[in-house]
């Protein structure tokens, strides 16, 4: 089925993010990032944010950070950001 969907995508000239349904990632600096197409948010502390993905948990962690606001298709953590990182399965 991704296949299908990947050529699909590629034929149509679609973005991969909206025919695969995966997150798709924006940050401000280190100051902010938005995350589209989540899947809820699994934790959160001052120091890590953990974002359910289709592909798998996104690590957020830094300092001083706080969840700016959630949608049903966003979730947007601010703070002073150090990293990100999948963790699958």
Known sequence: MADL??????WLDLPEDVTLDLPR???????????ENHQGVRSFH?????????IGDLL??????RVGAVSEDAVIVTGRIEGLRYRRG
């Open 5 to 10: 969907r990947d050529a699909l995508s590629r």
């Open 25 to 35: 990632l924006r940050m401000l600096g280190d100051l902010q990032v938005l995350v």
């Open 60 to 65: 957020i962690w830094g300092a001083e950070l």
């Open 46 to 54: 001052e120091d890590e944010a953990v974002v359910a993905t289709k």
